[in-house]
Structure formats: C-alpha cells, structure tokens
C-alpha cells in the first residue's frame, strides 16, 4: 500500500497518545503543548555523588533543571543554606543551578570541601539533586627514607613493601628501576593489588638491578618515586626445595566483603622451590566462566559484576613438585540499594486515582523514606486524599491543587538512592496535533490506515465521520485502533470523500479532516515477450502501460537485475525498448519496470543472440579478429560507503565479440601504482555496482577480454576514497617458531589495503604459556613479526593476533599453538650393551630424559678394537621411536666400543658411551680388529650391512662364564612433540663364573679356555677366554 506519509513528529504523537489511553497521561513532544502546560521542575543533570575535582582547575558542581515556569535554584551546603551572594569566588550560571567556584583571584579549593545539594523550586514543587561529595584531589609527597640494601638468601621469599602516599583518588602503582626500567614479572616475581613486590623465591640474578615504587596521580598527571631497595643475596651451594606457602593472605582462611555489581578481586601469592603454580576453586560449583578471569600469572581471580550467587566460598590451590597447600576465602556479598521500581512522574486529570511507587532492594533491606517538595512527608499538612503504605503513595480524586513534586530516598549502610516524580493535575481541552486538512492518495483495494494524534485532560474520545454525516465510523470494513487510528481494510471507489475525526472530553471538543483520494493502480498489459535474434539485428522489446491519469507515470528497464545503461546503440521510448545491431553481450534478462509515486508494476522477458552462421557469404567471417580497442568514458555514480556504480564505453570487438570485462583497482597506500583484479563481467554489462572495503582511495581501469585475447586498460576513472571501519578479520598464517633455544619468533602475513579498514594498522600480539592458565602477555606490533624473549626450551604457547586501527579493534582471534626454540636433547638413558653369544651384540636404550624438541631420531657410532688396535667407524641412525639395535659379529675376539646421541632439529645431543664386555684374556690379543663392517640385524631383526660372518660355535653351558644383570623396567611414551621415559635403576655386578667365583680383571692371568668346533650345536650364554686358531 503506498499513501503520503505524514510528518515524524506525528508518528511521536501517536505513540504518545496510546500511551495516555493505556491509563496515564504523557505530555506530547509538540513545543507549543510542551510550552503551554504548566509542569513542577525535574533534575535533567547533576554532577556524580563522589565528586573529585582538580585542585588546579575551577571548581564546577552542575545542576540542570526543566519545568514550566522555569524553575529557580539555591544549594545547601553540609545541610545548611549556602548563601552564593556572599562568596565573590561563587557563581551560579544564567538559567540554570550549576555552580562555578573561581580560584583566579586566589582562594584554597581544599575550603569548599562538603556535601552539597541543589533545590530547583517554581510553584508546583521542588526537586532535589544528589547529595554530591565534594573533594579536591590530592597527591601527597613520598616521606623520605634511607633505605639499607636488603640481605635475603637464596631461594627465600621476599617482600617489597611500597606503602605509597594515600592519595584521592588512589595512585596507580607500577614498580621499575632507578634508571626508569620496568621490572620484568612472571609467575616467580609479580606485584601484589596492594602495590607490594613478591618474590616466591629470590635468584642470584635479581641482585642485576634495584626496585623502585612509582606512584602515578591521576588528576596532577604526575609520578612519584620511592627510593630504590638493592638486593644483596647469599649464596648456598644449592637452593633447597620447599613446599609451597602463602606469603599473601597469610595462614589458611580469610573472608573478603564486596558490593553487589563491583567486581571482586580475590588474590593469593606463594613462596616455594620450585615456583609455585596456582589454582582457583568455588567449593560447591564451578566458577563462573562468562565473568571470571585471571589475572597476574593466575595469582588473581576477577569476577566482574558481582550478584548474590557469587557470594560462597572460594580457594586457592599452590602446588609444586613438594607439596601443596591451600587457602579458602569467604566471600560475602551486600548490596547497595537498587532499584526495583523507581518512582516515575504522574500526569493526571481533575477527580482521577493514580500511584508512585518507589521499590528498591539491598542488603542489608534498605529503609524507604518519602519527602514533599525537599521537607519530610511527615511534617507536610495532611491530606485526606493521599495515603502512604510503605513504598507506596496512593492518591484518590486528585485536583489541581494536588500538584507536587515527591522523593523517595532509600537506603542502608552501603549507599542511597534519591528519585524525584512530580505529581501534576492537568485539566487540557482537546487538541489535534497533526495538520489540518491532510490529503491521503492510496491505490484501489489496497488497506490504508487515517491517523489523527490528539491529547488532552482527562483523555478525550475520538470517533469518526465520513463526509461530514452518518453515524461512527466502525465495524465492517473500518476498524478504529485504541489511539484513534482508522483502518479501511480494501479500499472502493465508493471509500473516497472526507473524513472527519471528533476529540470530546469533558472540557470540550477538537476535530481534524482528511481527504481520501483514491487511484487507480499501475498495470503492464502489453508485457515484453522472450525472443531469440541473430547477431547485429534490431529487436523491440514492448511494455505498454495503463496507468491513473493524474499520477506521473515513469518507465524504466533492467538487465540482469541491474540499471540498464542506454548506450548508442539503444532506443528508449514509453512503451517500448528499441536495440540496434544485437551483439552477444545483449543477450540476457530484461525487465520493464513501470512506476508512480504510489505504486509500481513490473514485467521479464529474456532475449537470446545468436551468431549469423546461415549465409557463407558474411563479409565479418573473412574480416580478419583482433584484442578488443580498449573501453574509454569511465564514469563513478551511485556513490556509497561501501558501493559504488562503475560505467564504461566498450571499445570495439574488432570482429570477435567481447567475452568478459574485467574491473581492476589500484590503491596508493599500501601498494600505490600496483593494479589488482576486482571483478569479472560478461561481455554484455557495461554498468556494475563494485563491493568496496572500507578506507581504500580507489581508482578503477577495465580491460576487455575477447578469444583473441585482452584489450589494453581503460585510462583511470577519477579516485574515490570509502570512509574507515574496524577491521572485520585477522591477519592469516600465524606462526610461532623458536629460532634461538630461548625465544619464539611469531609470525603472520599481514593485512593488505582492503582488509586494513582504517589507517594505522597494527596487530595487537598476545601469548602465554599452554600448560598454565597464566594472564596473557601483549604487545602492539606494526610489522609482521615479534621475538618473545627468555621462553623455556621447547614449550608450548597459545598465541593470538588481533588487527587493529584506529576505528577499532577486529573481532576476537583465533588461538593458535606456537613452540618456543629446540635445543640439543639430553643423552639416551639407561644405554645397555648385552651380548647373548659370540655371534650378536645387543643393544638396548631408553629416550633421554630432557628431549628439548621434537625427536627426529638416532646416531650410533662404534668400531671394533683388540687392545690398542682400532676398526674402522661405523655410523648408524635410527628412528625416533627405536630403542633396540642388534649388530651380528664379525670378530668374537675383539671388543666394540658405543657411542649413542640423540637427535633434534637443531643437532645431535650429549653422547653417552659403552663398550661391549672384556674377555678375560683381552691382555694378550692375538687377532687384529675386522676392517669390514660387521652385519647388523635391526630392531625388526632384519639383517644389513656387509662382511665375514664369524663361524659358529657350540659351548657348554656349564663351562661358560656368564654376567648376571638386572633389565631395567622401562615405560616409554613417544609423541611427534616429545618422548618422555621413565626407567628403574639397575645395578650392574661384575661377571662371575657359573660356579659364583668372580671372573679375574682384565690383564689377570687365566688359563685359555678351547673354542668351540664351528659345526657344534650353539647353545646359548657368552664364551670368553677361548683361543681362535690363528689361519694358516
């Protein structure tokens, strides 16, 4: 349905008005009602409660009031009359209650400290402002002080007290060195809310520097500096370890108070070696995730908003490789009054009922107490018609003379609450607020709707005329709405005419026309059909209208659901679309859009080209093809902040029609002169809206596409710069890498231009330790890498990078695991070298302890040796998850000496060596080591390398001496990030021989002991001190 709009204002009139008919009356927003009406005063601003001033500065108290008449203002100072006459530093501005205390001529602002109040007063009532605390900022001198350098042992707890001034408000308290260095903290050195410095347990490196406490004033904008404490730490030999214990709050419970919708701040601080961690616990529940966070490496609990619900109690959990302990603090939550229904003004008619009510809740429950124009309800004359009940006043067959302006103080021991409503009697004859005589044009068997604002008291009643004659309008097809709105539901012919709204109350009546006027609707009944035509023929599309005379009848075409531009070669007439020498890009969806100021009709057709393949004679198939000319006249329209229309001549085809348009654009911040491809059009659109990001100049270029190939560029279209927003993503491909054993190199592609949004782009960097639920550290980046420093050998870290401009910041990131440096891993543990017969050696080890990295495998050295008479080398290598090798002897004679490394990215680590066990007659060799490399069976057991196998032999059990060992118990995890092994100790004894004797030491006379004949049977155990045959 489409009719003439009237004006806003009476649309907030009408809103208005079916507030008043729903039972209380409100005051239109029209100036001349708002002008005429009498109205007792209401505060519109005021200074805060706590009102801290600069001591530098003028003092301003603000008090603004409404009312009609204009309201006059006085204050009261400490609950007394402040006379401003007699002050010449005092003065009030024109028409209004704000205060301005002027210190030019000189004067302490330290004098005017109190409590003030204003009064506005006319001659209905008077409203009362806050009880406002007046306070002048202070910034008091740190005492001066000689301090001694503070002797504390190694691995001690120690504390640093700050005891800053006591200063309003508050100073924010930070700690740095004497040369204006900020002290690095983590988990081991942090400062305390109560601005102390906590050290779990003191190292030899914090004697590097001396602590200062800085206080910085708010107001006075400056910094105080504490003398600086010097640390003189005594060393141990080594640190001994402790279970943890809380250095702050002290012993094992404490409770805190807090108001409900502050936030609660809960800390616990802890010595111990090592470090101590912390952890938070609601006893009974979990806390509360969507207002809970910590803060200070996880010594702090925030929750913000604090409720009933949160009150209970809550611990602290510090924990280290020792021991634990905890600490439980009992939250207690009161509440300063707030509201549940504050009063709210109440505009009545001569002889009506009404109510204020004034319901707050706190805790402890506060008390309610009603006051009359400034003076206690108690004290003001009675009056029969007003009764109080509590939070409840109720008025009966109010009259003029009732008018009043009512607070409800509430409160308790945390605070109060002030609210004025003003009661006001009015007594208003009917009054139209729409202009008079409107016209109303609406379309055939549509609905419409005829408004009529009004106001007045008591609330008038509204009925409708027609032509000034007949009964109410209602029922049928009228329907009258509860703010006096008609609604006709299908609109005739017979329904235009005049008519006439009537507003009755007791003091009168007020009547208002409007004149309905009824159109005929907009139809295409000759609508454009679907054709099909050949390649540079002429095709007619129709659209013929029928339309109500009197309205301005527009016709307009789209293709593809976009304006159609009307080239050269096009004909626009008001019934018809006229193209001449079809080309391909012609072909598509055209519709005909026929529209009046109330209405609109629309009709499709689709139009095919085809090329002309009938006549062999076509003299364009012997034309030669050719790039397309390049498009010229480029034109910027529709401009918008995110959008604009881009329009183009295309050059010519060069006999191969143009395929594809493509719309490139260059920017002159980020890469000026350099052209990026923006969109693709087919070769039929020469007009297209482009998608624009925010805050890029842009200039546009097209370039046209047929088979032949591409055209040259278009010249430039004029620039166009959008307006900034916040960045809507993140940079991509974030990283984090060590590239050192003691730091993390996080990296990211950054932001082009139309990503930026805005100017100053930067990246806000965040990181933390994964294992812990430490506060995050951040950092504000204008490049595209950041080192974090002092990181622990190869830990994981949560990572975040969050663009940023200066319109704001993007939207949350995503987390990312980054790893701190690798580092050479520790030695293998528990390398075990066992030889089951002459023929194998096994070997057995387990991942080292510290792998500092990523595992990426093994390497074995060994070689063979016969007293001072080496092999040559062999080098092995390994998978990271093998820890068993078997080497098939060359040589039983000779010994193998093992060297095993583990390996990271970053290189082999600490070698741990073995040697295969002495023969007892190893002191006299008679056989050189092997030159070849002995074969090798892997830990699968398949056998590799090349070289002599060592014959076989046979022994008797009972004659071989064998090494009795215990296997170690070995529990081994591998993972791609780390392998973690735990293994028992074993003890080895020395070789003894198989009746319990102990073999004799290397370089002991024995006697030779035969070998075994090859071709006998092997049966199992060692064989040493046997005699090879030496070949012939």
Known sequence: MARQQPPPWVHAAVLLCLLCLSGAIEIPMDPSIQNELSQPPTITKQSVKDHIVDPRDNILIECEAKGNPAPSFHWTRNSRYFNIAKDPRVSMRRRSGTLVIDFRSGGRPEEYEGEYQCFARNKYGTALSNRIRLQVSKSPLWPKENLDPVVVQEGAPLTLQCNPPPGLPSPVIFWMSSSMEPITQDKRVSQGHNGDLYFSNVMLQDMQTDYSCNARFHFTHTIQQKNAFTLKVLTTRGVAERTPSFMYPQGTASSQMVLRGMDLLLECIASGVPTPDIAWYKKGGDLPSDKAKFENFNKALRITNVSEEDSGEYF?????????????????????????????????????????????????????????????????????????????????????????????????EHGYLLANAFVSVLDVPPRMLSPRNQLIRVILYNRTRLDCPFFGSPIPTLRWFKNGQGSNLDGGNYHVYENGSLEIKMIRKEDQGIYTCVATNILGKAENQVRLEVKDPTRIFRMPEDQV??????????????????????????????????????????????????????????????????????????????????????????????????????????????????TWIPGDDNNSPITDFVVQFEEDQFQPGVWHDHSKFPGSVNSAVLQLSPYVNYQFRVIAI?????????????????????????????????????????????????????????????????????????????????????????????????????????????????????????????????????????????????????????????????????????????????????????????????????????????????????????ATPTAAPPTWPPTTVGATGAVSGTGATAPAVTTEATTVPTIPSVAPTTVATTTAATTTTTAATTAERPPTTASGTKMPESGTAAAPVPCPSARAPHVGGRVWGCRWPTPP
């Open 533 to 646: 035509a050949k390649r540079g023929t002429t095709v007619q599309l129709e659209c013929r209208v029928k339309h109500d005379p009197s309205l301005k009848l527009t016709v307009s075409w789209l293709k593809d659901d976009e304006p159609l531009y009307i080239g050269n070669r096009m004909k626009k007439e008001d019934d018809s679309l006229t193209i001449y020498g079809v080309a391909e890009r012609d072909q598509g969806s055209y519709t005909c859009v026929a529209s009046t100021e109330l209405d609109q009709d629309l009709a499709k057709a689709y139009l095919t080209v085809l090329a002309d393949q009938a006549t062999p004679t076509n003299h364009l198939a012997a034309l030669p093809k050719g790039r397309p000319d390049r498009p010229r006249d480029l034109e910027l329209t529709d401009l918008a902040e995110r959008s604009v229309r881009l």
């Open 706 to 922: 047929n088979e032949v190939g591409s055209s040259h560029p278009s010249l430039p279209s004029e620039r166009y710069r959008t307006s900034g927003a916040p960045p809507e993503s993140n940079p991509a491909d974030v990283k984090g890498e060590g590239t050192r054993k003691n730091n993390m190199e996080i990296t990211w592609t950054p932001m082009n231009a139309t990503s930026a949004f805005g100017p100053n782009l930067r990246y806000i960097v965040k990181w933390r330790r994964r294992e812990t639920r430490e506060s995050w550290n951040n950092v504000t980046v204008w490049g595209s890498r950041y080192v974090v420093g002092q990181t622990p050998v190869y830990v994981p870290y949560e990572i975040r990078v969050q663009a940023e401009n200066d319109f704001g910041k993007g939207p949350e990131p995503d987390t990312v695991i980054g790893y701190s440096g690798e580092d050479l891993p520790s030695a293998p543990r528990r390398f075990r070298v066992r030889q089951p017969n002459l023929e194998t050696i096994n070997l057995e080890w387990d991942h080292p302890e510290h792998p500092n990295g990523i595992l990426i495998g093994y390497t074995l050295k060994y070689l063979a040796f016969n007293g001072t008479k080496l092999g040559k080398q062999i080098v092995e290598n390994f998978s990271p998850n093998q820890t068993k090798f078997t080497m098939q002897r060359a040589d039983p004679v000779s010994r193998y000496r093992f060297t095993l490394s583990a390996r990271t990215q970053v290189g082999s680590g600490e070698a741990v060596t073995e040697e295969s066990p002495a023969p007892p007659n190893e």
């Open 316 to 412: 602290c959990l510090a924990s280290n490789k020792m021991g634990s302990t905890r600490h439980t603090i009992s939250v207690r939550v009161k509440a300063a009054p707030y509201w549940l229904d504050e009063p709210k003004n109440l505009i009545l008619a001569p002889g009506e009922d009404g109510r204020l009510v004034c319901r707050a809740n706190g805790n402890p429950k506060p008390t309610v107490q009603w006051m009359i124009n400034g003076e206690p309800l108690q004290s003001a004359p009675p009056n029969p018609n007003r009764e109080v009940a509590g939070d409840t006043i109720i008025f009966r067959d109010t009259q003029i003379s009732s008018r009043a302006v009512y607070q409800c103080n509430t409160s308790n």
